[in-house]
């Protein structure tokens, strides 16, 4: 089961990379050793055969010849202390024997006396009650004949002893080593991730209401920093989103409220005393005003709540945009004249969109409702279309009123956003009209944008991807 935090879980790694190199290494390393020792034995064991074999010590070979250390150690300056040596007849027969070896015996292994006498050197490894033996059977020849047979061994002790004392210390050093190093890991692993811990209490801290609060950016590792500014960042855009929330409940309220308020206050006004048939039928249609004012606030609202859903039902058909323009101008024209308004619309080139034609018209006239109810008497309005790019067509509703201070040009596609919010009242307006015509534009995979100059007019300027020409 791996480790859930990640200062277990990288102290775990580190651990197991650790240990597979150490063993590596400890097991390289003992195995050099041990061959080398093991190598140095036999060219000394080499040496010695064949000085024994050098025709001058020949003469020494007869049987009882027990002095071959001192021999060799006093006429050929080769030290043998500690070596056993012997020599003998091709039959296997002792002969000559270093002092050492008159109280015991060498153990002679008929193999490798077979391969001698066949005049090979046979290096052997025999047990022996104290320590292993290295043993090399070395073949004298003389004239071309086996003549005779050295045997020189020396006892393995040291080698066992040095390669037994290395391998304790690795099986020693290797754990130490290894618990110091995940120790440390494990408290600089802990160190490192010490501001995350921090990270984490400071936003748990957090909530709905302290979303204002800001983790610090200047602490810790690089990485921790930029994390704590992707949480700020992240935190920025949901205060911002909760304060949009918390507005648009209170301004929806609020706009419901004020009609209501209309109402009740008519009504109460009207029961306090007896009425005319005539008093009662103004005060019903100055309540269905205001029943249907609500009504198209619900209706807006609705549609805003259902295309951030997803769910506003947006049919697309091919549109010829002239024939929808046209349509809606002379119901403009009609509009613009009772206000004293000029309007013009001066027709434009055939284009053709896919659209909703209820929502394309809805678009296009809540427009053109707002130039002529912000543009006072004697302005003029306008309608045209026309291709702004390749594949893209551009509908302006243009006009002379009353403009927008450039602060509030971005906010005004915003939910209940108003500049003047007394006047637009006055005119009907509750607010939505510009956020539902953004949405339009972009559930049609357009966008809406606005140019203005306060006191001399607005233009809305909506962009819509041109439908692909069946003919062509
Ligand atoms: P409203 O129902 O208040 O007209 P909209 O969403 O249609 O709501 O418009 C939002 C605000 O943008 C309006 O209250 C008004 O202040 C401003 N506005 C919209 N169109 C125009 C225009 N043609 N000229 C000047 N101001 C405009």
Known sequence: MSPQTLRGRLTLWYGALLTAVLLLFGIGFYAALARNLYRGVDQKLLALA?????????????????????LLEEFFGVPAAGQFIQVLDPSGKVGARSQNLILRNLPVSREALR?????????ETVPDPHAPLRVLTYPIIVRGRVRNVVQVATSLESVVTTLRQVLLALAVGIPLTLFLVLWGGWFLAGRALRPLDGLVAALRRLDADRLAARLPEDEGTEEVRELAR????????????FRRVREFTADASHELRTPLTVLRGEAEVALRHPRTAEEYQQVLASGLEEIHRMGRIVEDLLLLAKGDLGEAPVEKV???LEEVLGEL??????????KGLEFTWAGGPPIQVEADPLRLRQLVWNLLDNAVKYTSEGGKVFLSHARSGPGWARITVKDTGIGIPSEHQAKIFERFYRVDKHRSRAQGGSGLGLAICRWIAEVHGGRIEVRSQPGRGSSFIVHLPEAPDPGA
């Open 230 to 241: 992707s949480i700020n960042g992240l935190l920025r855009r949901l205060a911002d989103a």
């Open 329 to 338: 101008a002379s119901r403009a024209a009609v509009l613009a004249e009772a």
């Open 115 to 123: 391969r001698a006498v066949h005049g090979q050197r046979v290096f």
């Open 50 to 70: 064949e000085v024994v074999a050098e025709s001058s010590v020949r003469n020494f070979l007869r049987p009882g010849y027990t002095n071959f250390a001192r």
């Open 318 to 320: 091919p549109l010829r």
